[in-house]
């Protein structure tokens, strides 16, 4: 527990010291959510991080992912140490994905956020309308 409450530290005097800087410079939030928060990585991630898969199931598993948005996913994610690629010796030859360790520590808070847009979805929902509404 000590080391976690260490990395919780450091990270936070990570995010302060940006912060002082006037946000100048390289911003990490940024960064790790241009990496995951498209339209895609959070889905092949949940998949993933179920079992290990095959190009062929995850295309399957991932509705409306085309084949080619699927390897650019794969290999972005592989690239940030997220996902591992591993081409076993088969005839044909096949390849599995899986999540790598930093790949499954993604795994908790993406899970936070799903519980979070399924309690709030009706709401935003709601507001939406009512917003819509009144700019008719």
Known sequence: ???KQLDIKAQADLTRAWAEADYAGVCPVRQTLDSVGDKWTVLVVLRLGVEK????QLLRAVDGI??????VTLRKLERDG???RTVL??????VEYELTVLGNSLLKPIGMLA???IEN??????????YDEGKN
């Open 121 to 130: 979805q009706p709401a935003m929902d709601a507001m939406r309308a009512a």
């Open 1 to 3: 527990m000590a080391k």
């Open 53 to 56: 898969q095959r190009f062929l």
């Open 82 to 84: 997220l996902v591992r």
């Open 115 to 117: 519980e979070w847009a």
């Open 66 to 71: 085309s084949q080619r948005m699927l390897t």
């Open 89 to 94: 010796d088969t005839r044909p030859p096949t």
